[in-house]
Every structure is written in C-alpha cells, then in structure tokens.
C-alpha cells in the first residue's frame, strides 16, 4: 500500500530522467483504472485511464500499466519535466452499474532541473 | 470554460459556527461528489449524488449535509463546524455509465476551524 501516515511517499528525480509511480488498488473486481495529478493548491486533474481488458495504454509521455493478477498499477512518466512536479493518485472503480471511485493516498513527485 | 466551480476558495470558522459550501459545474454531468482531502491522506468521499434528486452518504458523512439543488449545483453544508473539519474540500462532477467515469474537480475550499 502506500499509506505512510502524515508523510506521502515521495519519489525525486531529476529533469529528464524516467519516473515510475505504482500504485497497489484494493478491489478485484475493479475494472477500470483512473490517474489523477494534483499540482500545490489545486484540483486533481485527469491525466489518463485503463480498462482492466488492457495491460498498457500511452499517451502523451505518459504510459500506465495495468497487472491485474497482483492488483497492481504504474504510471511511467518519460522525460520528466519541473511541471510534473506534483502529487499522483490512482482511483479504480466500477464500470457497470453505479460506482463512486476509490483513490489511493498517492505519491509526490519531486523533479530537480 | 469554468468547469467545476467552489465557493469560496478560503474560509475560517470558530466552532459551533455553521457554513454551506458552493460548488456549480457547466459540463452538464448527472453526478456529484464531495471529497476532503487532509494532509498526507488520498480525497476521502464525504456523500455524493448519482444524479438530480439523489444523494448518498460516502465514506465520511458525519458532520456534513448536502443538498442537490439542481443538476449543476451540490452544496455540502457544516451545521455546527468542529476543529476535525479542518481539510480542504474539494467538489467534483462526472457523468458515470459513460464509456468513462472520470471525475472533474473543482480548485478546492480550504477551510480551518479555530
């Protein structure tokens, strides 16, 4: 999991290099997979999705990998930048029916120019 | 483009005082949520509402009522606040059984309880 208490997990990179958050989800039957940035004094924002019938899905410098056997996500950010500075969250929940989202308690991401 | 509006963006409060929390999307989304994010923790769920006429409890609704006004506005009100409701909240609006679920979020209220 990534629940620290009152300290996220924090990853440090420097500008340029690769950066890989996980993220452990809770719920089997999730199947479908959302990851959120959320920069100082904002919002979360969209940053990209996966339905559990995918393994990996890119888009623009970011690819998130999905493993569904030990529950667990990636979100690889290539080249990072100063601006993707910010905390990362994943959520999952349910496609069919009604279903609110669970968000894990995410990751900081620190990158050095 | 607005999006997802709160109001307002900073508040304090004495205990015992009570406050309404705004919070209006232009996206035309059936669902709405209210979260409070507290430092070090991921947004916990507070209630939300499926859609126009709904509303549910979420993970942590004690202490708060909302209320579905129309489909663009969902208040979230503290009737008598508590120093433990200090946290930032944060609205968000989404229109699930889509073929996404994405939820789009207000820029946050960060309220503190004296």
């Known amino acids: 999991g990534e629940s620290v208490g009152l300290h996220l997990p924090t990853l440090s990179v420097q500008e340029g290099d690769n950066s890989i958050i996980n993220c452990a989800y809770s719920?089997?039957?999730?199947?479908?997979f959302i990851w959120y940035k959320q920069e100082s004094g904002k919002g979360p924002q969209f940053i990209i999705d996966i339905r559990s019938n995918m393994d990996k899905r890119q888009g623009q410098r970011v690819t998130v990998l999905l493993n569904k056997t030990v529950k667990h996500l990636s979100l690889q950010i290539a080249a990072t930048q100063p601006g993707d500075s910010a905390v990362y969250f994943c959520?999952?929940?349910?496609?069919?029916?009604?279903?609110?989202?669970?968000f894990g308690k995410g990751t900081m991401l620190l990158v050095s120019p | 483009n607005a999006g997802v509006t709160q109001t307002p963006k900073f508040q304090v409060l004495k205990t015992g005082q009570s406050m309404t929390l705004q919070c209006a999307q232009d996206m035309n989304h059936n669902s709405m949520y209210w979260y409070r994010q507290d430092p070090g923790m991921g947004l916990r769920l507070i209630y939300y509402s499926a859609s126009e006429g709904t509303t549910d409890k979420g993970e942590v609704p004690n202490g708060y009522n909302v209320s579905r006004l129309n489909k663009r506005e969902f208040s979230l009100r503290l009737e008598s606040a508590a120093p433990s409701q200090t946290s930032v909240y944060f609205c968000a609006s989404s229109t699930p059984g889509t073929a996404k679920n994405i939820q789009y979020f207000g820029a946050g209220t960060r309220l503190s309880v004296l």
């Open positions: 959520a999952e929940t349910l496609l069919s029916g009604y279903s609110t989202l669970t």
């Open positions: 719920n089997s039957a999730s199947d479908y």
